[in-house]
């Protein structure tokens, strides 16, 4: 199979502005994403898409391959989906510009579960750390026994009732998707689901497409927040 790494990447984010671009331990955000994409041996090809001359222009810099794409999409998803129209590939790896603290790793765990038969999507999970299974920010997921997803939520799921030990599963925003389920996103009705949650993969999960989610022991830092890019570039100094 063909793999395609796609990073979106683009300028106006709402909470952080120009985050893509911001400086951490000296160097662009972009750069550090870039870094780990590219040494991840599954990935025939990598680009960043972007709707911004001056990330374009970066890239030209330093020898990144760069697709522009129109300032009018929605979504990471929907970028990736531009994408797909001029570079052919059987997988696409969307990875998100604003997780520097991306390994290869990640990228290879997200292609594992193409090996089985009937998977469309796939999506990562860590276990989530206890300061983080009542916020918010961090979207938890819930799966069957053969990884397929059942939900994802800004909540608390699932619901402890007993109070007994459980298991927290924390959901990274890093997707790879088969053509063919890549090409039905922009079709498929925006769901009521992901406007109540302002989470897109519920899409899928509300019109039958089949989304897996692989563990992974290593978490994340998305950079949404001053806060966010704080305590990833301590993390990377270190």
Not at 148 to 165: C, E, K, V
Not at 196 to 208: I, K
Request: glycine share 4%; proline share 8%; aromatic share 6%.
């Amino acid at each position: 199979m063909r793999v395609v790494g796609v990073i979106p990447a683009r300028l106006a984010s709402t909470r952080l502005p120009r985050k893509i671009l911001r400086p951490i331990a000296g160097r662009p955000m972009l750069a550090w994403v870039w870094e780990a994409a590219v040494a991840c041996p599954q990935l025939d090809q990598l680009l960043v898409a972007t709707d911004s001359d001056e990330i374009a222009s970066l890239c030209n810099e330093n020898g990144w391959t760069c697709q522009l794409t129109s300032p009018a999409l929605a979504s990471g998803t929907d970028r990736v989906h531009a994408v797909s129209q001029i570079v052919d590939a059987d997988i696409y790896v969307n990875i998100q510009g604003d997780e520097p603290l991306l390994k290869p790793e990640h990228l290879t765990a997200l292609l594992q579960p193409f090996a089985k038969p009937g998977v469309d999507v796939t999506t990562l999970k860590v276990p989530c750390t206890p300061e983080n299974i009542h916020n918010p920010n961090a979207v938890k997921v819930v799966t069957a026994e053969d990884g397929r997803a059942l939900y994802f939520s800004r909540a608390t799921i699932p619901y402890n009732r007993d109070g007994n030990p459980a298991l927290y599963w924390k959901h990274i925003g890093l997707y790879a998707y088969r053509k063919a389920a890549l090409q039905r996103f922009p079709a498929l009705p925006s769901s009521t689901l992901e406007h109540t949650e302002r989470l897109e993969q519920l899409r899928f999960l509300e019109n039958g497409v089949n989304l897996y989610v692989e563990p992974t022991p290593f978490d994340t830092i998305g950079v949404d927040t001053e806060e966010d890019l704080r305590l990833v570039e301590s993390v990377l100094t270190r």
